[in-house]
């Protein structure tokens, strides 16, 4: 069984600050892909990334950043610069590669105060 | 490109009412679709997945069932609803190919039942 911890429920900061949300894992599976998603306001869940297990290579995509570190079975997401159209929901997932079923975490809200 | 639809977008039934929300995929063929259900506050659960026409996987057993009766159609539905089945349904598609493997969002239906 596959287990997804997001011990942060709520972060609030303001604007420009970074942000780092955490994201722990539990699976007995070797092969796996791990998620986040952004849930903004209005409720549609937005795709950010998906990272294999095999590769542990951090990636950056403009303010966003990711950091996978399979030792501690981690997968945490930062925002640089936080912008208040940041404010969300984000949600981390995991799902082994044989299977077809998310495990999502409970979610952060962030919130970015301007 | 492929886009996801779903309808209603907010739906307010009295309790022992039927139910029907439609999720339609356009621009792929032969998807995978799921139904998750986000109850207030809290994260998503898997309700159906289906990898073909008349085929459903239940996850959990509830007041819902789920039928695919096109390849890019997947419709939830329920006999009597239970104030318990209010919350916000999203469909998904599972994206396959050209180094993907991500489930892309609808819009949600957001639904309450009094």
């Known amino acids: 069984a596959q287990k997804v911890t997001q011990a942060q429920t709520e972060i609030s900061v303001v604007e420009k600050e970074d942000v780092t949300l955490d994201c722990v894992y539990e699976?007995?599976?070797?092969?796996?892909?791990l998620f986040w998603y952004k849930q903004p306001p209005s409720g549609e869940l937005v795709f950010l990334i998906r990272?294999?297990?095999?590769?542990?290579q951090n990636e950056i995509s403009g303010r966003y950043s990711w950091n996978f570190q399979k030792s501690t079975s981690s997968f945490n997401f930062t925002i640089t610069a936080s912008q208040v159209v940041d404010s969300a929901v984000y949600f981390c997932?995991?799902?082994?590669?044989?299977?077809?079923?998310?495990?999502f975490g409970a979610g952060t809200t962030v919130t970015v105060r301007a | 490109s492929q886009t996801i639809h779903q309808w209603p977008a907010t739906l307010v039934q009295p309790v022992g009412s039927p139910l029907s929300l439609e999720c339609t995929v356009e621009g792929t063929s032969n998807p995978n679709l799921y139904w998750y259900r986000q109850a207030a506050g809290r994260g998503l659960q898997l309700l159906f997945y289906s990898v073909g026409i008349g085929q459903i996987s239940s996850e959990v057993p509830q007041n819902l069932s789920a039928s695919r009766p096109q390849d890019r159609q997947f419709i939830l539905s329920s006999k009597k609803l239970l104030l318990s089945d209010s919350g916000f349904y999203l469909c998904?598609?599972?994206?396959?190919?050209?180094?993907?493997?991500?489930?892309?969002f609808g819009p949600g239906t957001r639904l309450t039942v009094t």
């Open positions: 699976t007995r599976d070797t092969t796996y892909y």
């Open positions: 998904a598609w599972r994206s396959l190919g050209q180094g993907r493997d991500e489930q892309y």
């Open positions: 997932a995991l799902r082994a590669s044989s299977d077809y079923k998310l495990s």
């Open positions: 990272r294999n297990s095999f590769d542990e």
